[in-house]
């Protein structure tokens, strides 16, 4: 997403250069006066290239980053094992949350960020291309039943995040929490995707592998 952001401000400034640059051609005959309240000062440029070079910089970290991650979860197969990956992933952020104590605040903040960053990627690539095409196959029910899991999981985090991290119930909260998570991956890798990849064509197993990729990739 950022790096759309960036592109967009990155035209953006590209034309506000051209524009300046035209009228700084048509400079000596008019006072500063009748210059645009857009136009760049004379001394612009390097402070624009700077500014373009930040803005470079940053697009290629990101890209490395997110190129990273994509690697990384290209390696662990199909769509249904990639994803089954991310389950485990978050279950075991859950332990570490499990086994702080209530002084450790910080990094209790610091685990829940990580894992509502994790859930938020995870639940992306379901919502946006899993349970649709579930629902596609004629499993609509369960894609909808999954769905509305995820609106509880979200609910954790709001409680969680509003309850403060040295709460006398915050391990309660936590445990409750990993239950749901638990049983929710269960009916996905036991039940809900074995059928529907059963059901797929070579080819459609691809296409969603390539489509939760693709998701995953934007949304790391
Ligand atoms: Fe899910
Ligand atoms: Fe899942």
């Given at each position: 997403?950022?790096?759309?952001?960036?592109?967009?401000?990155?035209?953006r400034?590209?034309?506000?250069?051209?524009?300046?640059?035209?009228?700084?051609?048509?400079s000596?005959?008019?006072?500063?006066?009748?210059?645009?309240?857009f136009?760049?000062?004379?001394?612009?440029?390097?402070?624009?290239?700077?500014?373009?070079?930040?803005?470079?910089?940053?697009?290629?970290?990101?890209?490395?980053?997110?190129?990273?991650?994509?690697?990384?979860?290209?390696a662990?197969?199909?769509?249904?094992?990639?994803?089954?990956?991310?389950?485990?992933?978050?279950?075991?952020?859950?332990d570490?949350?499990l086994?702080?104590?209530?002084?450790?605040?910080?990094k209790?903040?610091?685990?829940?960020?990580?894992?509502?960053?994790?859930?938020?990627?995870?639940?992306?690539?379901?919502?946006?291309?899993?349970?649709?095409?579930?629902?596609?196959?004629?499993?609509?029910?369960?894609?909808?039943?999954?769905?509305?899991?995820?609106?509880?999981i979200?609910?954790?985090?709001?409680?969680?995040?509003?309850?403060?991290?040295?709460?006398?119930?915050?391990?309660?909260k936590?445990?409750?929490f990993?239950?749901?998570?638990?049983?929710?991956?269960?009916?996905?890798?036991?039940?809900?995707?074995?059928?529907?990849?059963?059901?797929?064509?070579?080819?459609?197993?691809?296409?969603?592998?390539?489509?939760?990729?693709?998701?995953?990739?934007?949304?790391?």
């Amino acid at each position: 997403m950022a790096t759309r952001t960036q592109t967009r401000t990155s035209t953006r400034t590209n034309s506000n250069r051209n524009r300046s640059s035209e009228e700084d051609r048509g400079s000596s005959s008019s006072s500063s006066k009748d210059r645009s309240a857009f136009s760049w000062g004379e001394n612009a440029g390097p402070l624009l290239g700077a500014a373009l070079a930040g803005v470079a910089i940053g697009f290629a970290a990101n890209y490395g980053r997110k190129a990273l991650m994509q690697g990384m979860e290209a390696a662990t197969g199909d769509w249904d094992e990639m994803l089954a990956a991310e389950h485990d992933m978050a279950l075991a952020v859950f332990d570490k949350m499990l086994a702080t104590d209530q002084t450790q605040t910080f990094k209790r903040k610091m685990l829940l960020m990580k894992l509502t960053h994790a859930l938020d990627k995870h639940a992306h690539q379901e919502e946006m291309v899993v349970y649709p095409a579930l629902r596609e196959a004629n499993e609509a029910v369960s894609a909808d039943q999954l769905e509305g899991e995820h609106g509880y999981i979200k609910t954790f985090i709001y409680e969680l995040n509003k309850m403060g991290a040295d709460s006398n119930n915050w391990l309660e909260k936590v445990r409750e929490f990993r239950d749901l998570v638990s049983r929710h991956a269960h009916m996905e890798e036991e039940e809900v995707f074995p059928r529907f990849k059963q059901s797929m064509s070579e080819e459609q197993n691809a296409r969603v592998t390539s489509l939760v990729n693709r998701d995953g990739f934007w949304m790391a």
